[in-house]
């Protein structure tokens, strides 16, 4: 069975940086298009990035330049390094994984940027 299990979510300053892990256990990780998502306060949930299983990458637009995707296949592992931190980056983020009819969601972590 496959889940997802996110961690490295806290409180930080604006400006500071952070980075957020997503584990996942099964064995598709290697094949499967992963990505990250946030929701914030009165939010819908929007693709934050994402990383395909050939390592293409993609960015929502609000965060290209600060925020890069990562992938360890051999430690089944997605990361997602956080820096220039804003306000508006407050959200609770989760990991999501894709193969063919599988769609799965980890239960999300919160990043709280602020003074």
């Known amino acids: 069975q496959v889940q997802l299990v996110e961690s490295g979510g806290g409180l930080v300053q604006p400006g500071g940086s952070l980075r957020l892990s997503c584990a996942v256990s099964?064995?598709?990780?290697?094949?499967?298009?992963l990505g990250w998502y946030r929701q914030g306060p009165g939010k819908e949930r929007e693709l934050v990035a994402g990383i395909t299983s050939g390592g293409g990458r993609d960015y929502a637009e609000s965060v290209k330049g600060r925020f890069t995707i990562s992938r360890d296949n051999a430690k089944k592992t997605m990361y997602l390094q956080m820096g220039s931190l804003k306000p508006e980056d407050t959200a609770v983020y989760y990991c999501n994984l894709v193969w063919g009819h599988t769609n799965i969601w980890g239960k999300g972590t919160l990043v709280t940027v602020s003074s």
């Open positions: 099964g064995n598709i990780f290697s094949i499967s298009t």
